[in-house]
């Protein structure tokens, strides 16, 4: 669970953003009431045992390592370097 801000909201993605690839719950703004909103919508998946045990597994498979983040910062730059 996460506030959309700076990096965060670079890399996580919401669970109904995309539905076939979120891992997380994401809130916008620094309000207690969207945090809840965000805990709610994480509690109605939870007791879905296996759609919750889906998001827990691609969450756990996620890479945010630097060096993943790394090559992803350098590929739009390889990239332009390859096709010169």
Not at 1 to 21: K, Q
Not at 65 to 74: F, G, K, L
């Amino acid at each position: 669970m996460v506030r959309r801000t700076g990096g965060l909201a670079d890399t996580v993605v919401d669970v109904n953003e995309e539905p076939e690839f979120g891992y997380s719950f994401i809130f916008d703004q620094s309000d207690p009431q969207e945090l809840l909103q965000a805990i709610d919508r994480a509690l109605e998946l939870y007791v879905q045992r296996r759609r919750w045990l889906n998001i827990v597994k691609r969450g756990m498979t996620q890479d945010f390592s630097w060096t993943n983040s790394a090559e992803q910062y350098q590929e739009p730059y390889l990239k332009v370097h390859r096709s010169l």
